[in-house]
């Protein structure tokens, strides 16, 4: 079967986002840009079922600006076989991420749809739950672990209480969470290689969808400031200073 | 406006995440709850939504098929209500986050997640980049979809209303999934999210038994709950639902001990909002102090255990 992984090019998760003065967004000018990390580990998944031979192709997607083709290389290196960039400047609300992905999904007939979670700037974690309702599949989200079958696809999922598993029909979607796998770093032959795989562009008008936000950002604000307090020389104080605030064991 | 509330229950008994979400319902409209769920377990819970103040009217759909919360069950039968309401809105927990969306794609309305203020009919501020922004966003859609951060509102009031109970039927099972087995962490300690008191354990605490050794006994004399970073989830110190962070569980207790926590974004994303914070670290470089209210520069070997002692 073949497997789709959506990724998104988002703001690395080193750099500590900052608040544009003007309260218009965060400012992403000159910052490091890298793949979500959930959706690294969405690619290794995919990699990895077909290293074990459950899959025969495994096809990244972006949605984004030009810049996106770095993030969708990086899948090609670490064992994506094509890719596709979905170019638009806009920004793409997850709605429309997944009717786009929808008419991905319609033209490549993938056995299973892996996302990431959450995106780690926006913070959403909805697309993949919207592509399968969109689709009317099965969603495996949260997951830490999957077994594929030729009929069905068995998903542990990580919930409030603990691990649910649950197993569902295929074709279905999948969406990451941080245990799933530890992505592999991509080595310097096999990124040279996947500079020679097939990259197509397409925009969002070829799938013919509609992009336009429905949400309105009025502003951005920096959260309210914590203050450091003070440090306590010693356990004794640190006693004290939690008596003081009413803990009493 | 009228807000449908799915409410989650457990053993008979509305979850403290729903009644947070009630609150946040009422600054929107008028509030119908619907429980959803098998026979006498859900019967019990909607008596008990019936009695929460500010709740109207309570909506009961029992079938086995809504036992598990199964997205791909449970969202047909909140997009067949939505004719009469204006609003869904479901906590942020593990599954509303995953039946909202499921519900929003079906009505074709962009969804609005994990708000923390509601400021107009349709505007609400909702923290982007792991708590680092706080956005106000205004919908245009002509129907909202939206989960509640159970920790930016109170919890409303179990005793005061007095609601009529609807019994209702949906579409039942989908037949594309089906649940398999919950594997659950067995504790008898408060729960992490509404927990007075939490103590956490990083990396530091070295192997499960270590963490268990150390951070336990402390919890245990405060009567708190126990979290984890990522970096101790991941070692396998403990499971992934003690995992408090960007990824993980959102806190807001009134005290909130961090010990051998280094402080990375992802982390104070999850527990920021405490009221009290106190860091155990050997490391007086470490982030956690700009934010801890009183810190404790020392190697928690030695701390922590003089502490449970002191206590
Ligand atoms: C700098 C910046 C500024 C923004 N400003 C605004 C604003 O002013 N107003 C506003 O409404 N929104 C804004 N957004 C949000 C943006 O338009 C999208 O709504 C949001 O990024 C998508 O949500 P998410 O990625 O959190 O989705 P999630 O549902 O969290 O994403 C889950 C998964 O879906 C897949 N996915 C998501 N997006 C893509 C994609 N583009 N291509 C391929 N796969 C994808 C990935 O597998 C990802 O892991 C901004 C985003 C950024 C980065
Ligand atoms: C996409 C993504 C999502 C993430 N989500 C989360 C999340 O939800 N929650 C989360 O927690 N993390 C999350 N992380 C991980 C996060 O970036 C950090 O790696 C993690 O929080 C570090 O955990 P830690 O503080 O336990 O370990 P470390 O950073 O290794 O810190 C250990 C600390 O212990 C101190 N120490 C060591 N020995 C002693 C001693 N004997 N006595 C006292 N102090 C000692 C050290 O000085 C150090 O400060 C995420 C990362 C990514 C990329």
């Not at chain 1, 899959?55 to 064992?79: C, F, W, Y």
């Not at chain 2, 509303?96 to 997640?113: C, E």
């Not at chain 2, 807001?252 to 990375?264: H, K, M, N, T, W």
Request: charged share 25%.
């Amino acid at each position: 079967m073949k497997i789709l992984v959506p990724v998104k090019r988002v703001i690395d998760y080193n750099v500590k986002p900052r608040v544009k003065p003007d309260g218009s967004g965060v400012d992403i000018a000159n910052v490091k840009m890298s793949m979500n990390p959930f959706d690294e580990i969405a690619v290794e998944e995919a990699v990895r079922l077909k290293e074990a031979g459950k899959a025969e192709e495994v096809v990244a997607v972006s949605i984004g600006v030009p810049k996106a083709k770095d993030v969708l290389r990086t899948a090609l290196a670490m064992g994506a076989d094509r890719a596709i960039l979905i170019q638009t400047e806009a920004e793409v609300e997850p709605l429309a991420v997944a009717k786009i992905l929808k008419e991905v999904v319609a033209q490549e007939e993938p056995g299973l749809v892996i996302l990431g979670k959450q995106a780690i700037d926006d913070d959403s974690n909805q697309t993949g739950q919207m592509l399968a309702a969109l689709l009317d599949r099965p969603q495996g989200t949260f997951a830490s672990k999957i077994e594929l079958d030729d009929d069905s696809v068995t998903v542990i999922r990580e919930v409030d209480d603990g691990l649910e598993t649950v197993k569902l029909s295929l074709p279905a979607i999948v969406t990451a969470d941080l245990r799933l796998n530890e992505p592999r770093y991509a080595s310097l032959p096999n990124i040279m290689k996947a500079k020679k795989k097939p990259m197509d562009e397409k925009t969002p008008e070829d799938y013919g969808v509609d992009i336009s936000p429905r949400l309105k950002t009025l502003k951005v604000a920096e959260p309210p400031l914590r203050q450091a307090g003070e440090k306590v020389g010693s356990v004794d104080e640190l006693v004290a200073k939690l008596k003081a605030l009413g803990v009493n064991a | 406006m009228t807000v449908l509330v799915l409410v989650e229950h457990e053993a008979g008994t509305v979850k403290e995440s729903s009644l947070s979400t009630i609150t946040a319902a009422a600054k929107i409209g008028a509030v119908h709850a619907l429980v959803a769920g098998d026979s006498d377990e859900a019967r019990q819970a909607a008596d008990a939504a019936a009695k929460i103040a500010g709740v109207e009217k309570v909506l009961l759909a029992t079938d086995p098929a809504y036992a598990k919360m199964l997205a791909e069950n449970i969202a047909p039968l909140v997009t067949g209500l939505m004719g009469g309401y204006d609003a869904f809105l479901v906590s942020a927990t593990s599954s509303g986050k995953n039946i909202a969306p499921r519900v929003a794609a079906k009505l074709d309305v962009m969804q609005i997640s994990d708000i923390v203020a509601v400021e107009g009919e349709k505007t609400f501020a909702r923290p982007i980049y792991a708590g680092n922004a706080i956005a106000t966003v205004e919908s245009s859609d002509s129907k909202l979809v939206i989960t509640v951060r159970g920790t930016a509102f109170d919890k409303a009031a179990l005793e005061g209303g007095s609601a009529s109970i609807e019994d209702i039927s949906g579409t039942g099972d989908a037949g594309l999934s089906s649940f398999v087995g919950l594997e659950a962490s067995e504790s008898e300690r408060p729960d992490l999210t509404s927990a007075k008191i939490v103590v956490s354990g990083g990396r530091a605490l070295k192997d499960a038994d270590t963490f268990e050794q150390v951070i336990t006994p402390l919890a245990d004399k405060l009567g708190a709950a126990v979290g984890a970073s990522r970096a101790a989830v991941d070692a396998g110190y403990i499971s992934n639902d003690y995992q408090v962070g960007q990824t993980g569980k959102i806190v807001a207790p009134e005290l909130y001990i961090a010990v051998g926590i280094s402080g990375a974004i992802q982390h104070l994303a999850g527990m920021k909002d405490s009221k009290t914070i106190v860091a155990i670290n050997k490391d007086e470089d470490a982030p956690i102090f700009q934010i801890a209210d009183i810190g404790l520069v020392a190697d928690l070997f030695d701390a922590v255990p003089e502490l449970t002692g002191k206590l």
